[in-house]
């Protein structure tokens, strides 16, 4: 399915109405922009705007304070 | 009053007694200081991403508060003397959320409504996808 979209540009997921609202307390929105490593997903492979991207760093960076998300995984 | 959101941490021994006893202590700080809270949140005993002060899990309780600023100067104050709070946060927002935070949300939509999860649920398989694309850049 990935393969078929390759070249399209996806929108924002956090634009548009009913997008999700970027919050450091919900791990489970969070963790889809996280890789494996518990690194933050560029927006280039991501789409996110990078408005949304710079609330996005803040919010996983919070969660990571208060230990929802992890700084890194081995 | 600025309003803000305060969530700390507890170390994972102390009954969930004790832990509602250290909000009640931080809810008092915020009234004698002449603020107020608005809501109460405990999010039970969880796991932590990584250790904490020798702490693999941690109850976690939020606050939202609408208190003066030397309030929350004192309630950070006497977090950071406290042994029993390992870690906090504290933010000042715009407006509380009303109703349940995600973190409650969360564990109710897992049990009773699967199909509104199912966009998020999607998001969550990206992982693998963009590390697939990323690879196939670095080909290009």
């Not at chain 2, 976690?60 to 104050?77: K, T």
């Not at chain 2, 946060?89 to 509380?96: A, G």
Request: with cysteine.
């Amino acid at each position: 399915m990935a393969r078929a979209f390759f070249r399209r540009r996806k929108s924002c997921p956090f634009s548009g109405k009913d997008a999700p609202k970027i919050d450091y307390k919900d791990v489970r929105l969070l963790q889809g922009f996280v890789s494996e490593r518990g690194k933050i997903v560029p927006s280039r492979i991501t789409a996110v705007s990078s408005r949304k991207q710079r609330e996005l760093a803040r919010a996983i960076k919070r969660s990571r304070h208060i230990g929802l998300l992890p700084y890194i995984v081995k | 009053m600025p309003l803000y959101e305060h969530v700390f941490l507890a170390r994972q021994d102390l009954s969930q007694a004790q832990v509602d006893a250290l909000a009640e202590n931080a809810t008092k700080i915020i009234t004698d200081n002449g603020g107020k809270i608005a809501k109460t949140e405990t999010w039970g005993l969880r796991s932590l991403a990584y250790r904490i002060a020798k702490n693999r899990k941690a109850h976690y309780v939020m606050l939202d508060i609408d208190a003066p600023a030397a309030a929350i100067a004192e309630l950070e104050r006497q977090s950071n003397i406290n042994e029993d709070v390992i870690r906090f946060l504290t933010l000042k927002v715009d407006e509380h959320e009303k109703g349940p935070s995600a973190m409650m949300r969360r564990s109710d939509k897992e049990r009773s409504s699967r199909a509104e999860r199912g966009e998020r649920g999607d998001r969550g398989d990206r992982g693998d996808r963009t590390e697939f694309r990323a690879r196939e850049e670095e080909v290009e």
